[in-house]
């Protein structure tokens, strides 16, 4: 898996008898233009695997391993300087250091999103419309809502246990303050390039686990006009 420079997630995968160790040391060809790292005329690049990332795919239906990838140049086999997110954040924690500012850096995420049962929108030059609707529609505050109004309480719940599975630090979830259906999954501290591969995770693995249970879960700052938006709390 890698992040094109929108941030979107993207993969390819290998059969295991195509596995070996020659993608571990020279990676795996890429066409770079089509995540916006180069021009199409001088597009090869490398994604060499990172197996400190690796965990199992829980949302596969043949067992597969998850690994996030470093990104090269094609050319001499070298790391990107800009295009890689991880490397990039790998060589600021180095500065910390040079510069006897700290030996890591510590964060711990809090994630915001709402669920809703369905989404709908569409856009036409004389037209446009969005219509949202989930199983809460509450005009009060919401904050740590108890069942039976906070509907989705087991989601998070099944939630946890899977971020959980995945190694990932959970401090605790509870219901927030908007209330058409605003959820919120606190995180523990944890080194800060380890929280930024659980951060592209905790999308992946909470929108497979909505998609598989009929809902629709969006991280975006304001879905619904006049209500609280998502934010992502970041203690350092």
């Given amino acids: 898996k890698m992040l094109d420079l929108f941030g979107r997630p993207h993969h390819v995968t ?3 008898e195509a596995f070996d160790e020659a993608v571990l040391d020279h990676g795996v060809g890429f066409d770079g233009s089509s995540y916006g790292f180069r021009k199409v005329e001088a597009s090869d ?3 060499v695997p990172d197996l400190d990332s690796a965990s199992v795919d829980p949302f596969r239906d043949v067992a597969t391993a998850s690994v996030f990838a470093r990104v090269h140049q094609a050319e001499d086999g070298l790391p990107v300087a800009l295009q890689d997110t991880r490397g990039v954040l790998r060589r600021a924690i180095e500065c910390y250091r040079k510069r006897g500012l700290a030996a890591d850096l510590h964060v711990a995420p809090e994630y915001e999103f709402y669920l809703f049962r369905d989404v709908d929108n569409e856009v036409r030059e004389a037209s446009s419309y ?5 199983e809460e529609e509450l ?3 919401t904050y740590h809502l108890v069942n039976p109004w906070d509907r ?3 989601f998070r719940d099944r939630a946890t246990r899977l971020l959980i599975e995945q ?5 605790y979830h509870h219901h927030e303050t908007g209330g058409h259906g605003q959820q919120e999954i606190e995180f523990l501290m944890a080194p800060v390039c380890e929280a930024g591969d659980s ?4 999308k992946y693995l909470l929108q497979n686990l909505a998609e598989r249970e009929g809902l629709r879960v969006t991280f975006m700052a304001k879905p619904i006009h006049e209500a609280p938006g ?7």
């Fill in 167 to 171: 190694g990932m630090p959970v401090k």
């Fill in 45 to 47: 690049m490398v994604m």
């Fill in 130 to 134: 969005y219509r949202v609707h989930g």
């Fill in 152 to 154: 989705y309480d087991d």
């Fill in 139 to 141: 005009d009060y505050n």
């Fill in 14 to 16: 290998l059969p295991v």
């Fill in 230 to 236: 998502n934010g992502w709390h970041t203690h350092q």
């Fill in 199 to 202: 951060a592209l995770m905790v």
